[in-house]
């Protein structure tokens, strides 16, 4: 286990005996009470706050708070609830790749700096995690990542199915690059997709979904198998 998925998994725990707005406490203090760095705390924050756990607010009286609950994924539990079976997944994983050029020919559109700057913040994580060879949290912050660029467009109804599809593939799998899957090579294709959006390449974002595509089939398909 990583130290950032172990600092991810000791925040999850922190998270789970709080209620929902109740603050944790500073960053430094959770970092001293986990016994983690500050670098390790800020990647399992960041990754909790993209799955809408955790709220970072600044200032005096800031710190970590429990996030509101997520009605997009109470909304992808409750469908995993009254749909067991493969075939959800399947759906699921089908319809976010259709989804796919309308999201991306939007993001082109509406890219702003600060859009960027969340994104190129979960790359980071994700070059981290493909460094470490940790496949369950390169699979985790992979779909951060796709939902990092799904929360810049601004159709608002495709970033809703989107989003619902996502957190259907999460809560369904741990694992979407399975260990025979290069996370280095995975990760260059994280890169050149989001290289490509800010290009305003739409061929080259079409050919970089494509080869993302490629190697989550894979685990995918395995998951909704069991």
Request: proline share 4%.
């Given at each position: 286990?990583?130290?950032?998925r172990h ?5 999850q ?12 406490g500073?960053?430094a203090e ?8 500050a ?5 399992a924050v960041?990754?909790?706050?993209n799955r809408?756990?955790?709220d970072?607010?600044?200032g005096?009286g800031g ?17 995993l609830?009254?749909y ?5 997944l ?7 790749k259709a989804l796919d050029p ?7 559109q ?10 190129r913040?979960v790359?980071?994580d994700?070059?981290q995690?493909?460094l470490?060879d ?21 159709h ?18 741990a ?7 290069d996370?280095?090579?995975a990760?260059?294709?994280h890169v ?6 800010v ?7 079409h050919d ?15 998951a909704?198998?069991?």
């Open positions: 286990m990583t130290r950032v600092a991810h998994d000791e925040l725990k922190l998270i789970a005996t709080a209620e929902p707005g109740q603050r944790l500073s960053k959770i970092a001293d009470q986990l016994g983690v760095a670098g390790t705390l800020n990647q960041r990754l909790l706050q809408g756990f955790l970072v607010r600044p005096p710190g970590l708070f429990v996030a509101e609950p997520d009605p997009i994924e109470q909304m992808a539990v409750e469908a609830r009254i067991r079976g493969p075939g959800l399947r759906d699921a994983f089908r319809v976010r309308l999201v991306i020919e939007d993001v082109m509406h890219l702003t700096h600060a859009g960027d700057v969340r994104v913040a790359l980071k994700l070059h995690a493909a470490a940790d496949h369950e949290l390169f699979s985790d912050l992979s779909l951060s990542f796709q939902l990092a660029i799904a929360d810049i467009s601004e608002e109804f495709a970033r809703l199915i989107f989003r619902t599809g996502v957190e259907v593939i999460r809560h369904s799998t694992m979407l690059f399975p260990e025979e899957v996370l280095m090579s990760y260059n294709g050149r997709l989001w290289q490509a959006i290009d305003k390449d739409l061929d080259a974002a970089a979904i494509q080869g993302a595509i490629a190697r989550m089939d894979i685990a995918t398909v395995a909704a198998a069991i």
